[in-house]
């Protein structure tokens, strides 16, 4: 059965370069990213061809300064980026989002000179991030990391194992939390770390339910050592660094899961519109058609959530709320539509002869990432009652 042709989705963007730049992402993705996308997450590929394309057209560094490199793109357009490149392949969208996130505590709280050495490779000259908070048994209880940094003269020695770290053992840096002082939030701090240190190592990725392209790996530090110089931030300021960067990032996994959904819809409507049965389209039958309807409407709600996430930080307002619902509703979202969208192909749908079985492989680590939603449910309820009273 051949895929009826979808229509871009309607957006209003604040500028014409912005809409020059997504129609440039349109075309990147449909010519270079989804021809090969089921291919190559089937066989567990990581496109870095991809990425160095999307280095060398400037969008690995929309949301920052362009004196070292970045777009200057709000974030009200770098997301619908986002949400264009993960209709296409998850594996891209989140990988540049992760790319995003890795860059934040050195666009952000780096040293006029740290930004200077060090962002235009990592904005726009090829290099890849990965952010690496996350361990063993620190996941959603960040603050209790154990990864330690102890100073030796004028340098660091870092020793710990990160996890669930994406691309991890394929980042050329990694944007490092470690312990430098007491127990709690206030004892961590954010290092550059090269993904050539010597004492660093990656081990074997982690076998998922979908996203197989994308290589999520423990990473060890085995008495790795780099110079102050690559510490960012204050001593102890590393957790708020941590925090603030996640509530930018939750927007960014908030944009993917709607461009997943998206993909799914596209599909179910194409397939719904050609799959015949006694003697009609089964887009005709009226169950399907409110189904339809249904996963159009809550896609559109999505969108409309993270984008106003979006415009309130592009304001400097803050956004920690809306970002955590933004994540929530839009992941939440992604789940039911792919599901949605495989009960629409039927038993075509739990075939990889369709992509509709991979997006609702795909969409179910997008509520686990970057704080699960039962955290976002936390943090939302804290902005609206307070902090929990035990």
Not at 20 to 29: G, P
Not at 131 to 153: I, N, Q
Request: net charge negative; glycine share 10%.
């Amino acid at each position: 059965m051949s895929d009826r042709e979808t229509q871009p989705v309607e957006r209003q963007l604040p500028t014409d370069e912005a809409r020059d730049l997504l129609a440039l992402v349109r075309d990147i993705a449909q010519r270079e990213i989804a021809p090969k996308a089921a291919e190559e997450e089937d066989a567990g590929r990581f496109p870095r061809e991809v990425f160095t394309l999307l280095s060398e057209a400037g969008l690995l560094g929309l949301p920052y300064d362009p004196e070292h490199g970045g777009g200057e793109q709000p974030y009200e357009v770098y997301l619908q980026v986002l949400e264009e490149l993960a209709a296409a392949r998850l594996t891209v969208g989140l990988g540049v989002s992760v790319h995003t996130l890795a860059s934040y505590a050195l666009a952000t709280h780096g040293t006029k000179q740290q930004q200077v050495e060090h962002l235009p490779a990592m904005l726009g000259g090829g290099l890849l991030g990965a952010y690496c908070l996350s361990e063993p048994s620190s996941g959603s209880d960040a603050a209790s990391l154990r990864t330690r940094a102890v100073r030796d003269g004028d340098d660091w020695v870092l020793s710990g194992t990160k996890a669930w770290i994406t691309h991890g053992g394929i980042a050329d840096f990694y944007t490092v939390m470690a312990r430098t002082g007491a127990d709690g939030p206030r004892g961590i701090t954010a290092f550059l770390v090269p993904g050539d240190a010597e004492g660093l190592s990656a081990a074997a990725p982690e076998k998922k339910m979908g996203l197989k392209g994308s290589p999520t790996a423990q990473i060890h530090l085995d008495g790795v050592r780099v110079a102050d110089d690559r510490r960012i931030g204050e001593e102890g300021q590393g957790f708020g660094i941590a925090l603030s960067a996640l509530d930018s990032g939750r927007l960014g996994i908030a944009a993917c899961a709607i461009g997943v959904a998206q993909a799914a819809l596209d599909q179910a409507v194409s397939y719904a519109t050609e799959r015949r049965q006694f003697g009609h389209p089964i887009a005709d039958f009226q169950g399907l058609r409110f189904l339809l309807a249904d996963m159009a409407t809550q896609i559109e709600a999505g969108r409309a959530l993270y984008l106003a996430a979006a415009r309130l930080k592009d304001a400097g307002r803050p956004f920690a709320k809306q970002a955590a619902m933004a994540k929530l509703h839009c992941t939440d979202t992604a789940m039911r539509v792919t599901t949605d969208a495989v009960q629409v192909l039927g038993g075509y749908g739990y075939t990889a002869d369709f992509p509709a079985e991979r997006y609702m492989r795909e969409a179910k680590v997008l509520q686990i990432v970057e704080g699960t939603n039962q955290i976002q449910r936390m943090v939302i309820a804290r902005h609206l009652a307070g902090p929990e009273s035990r």
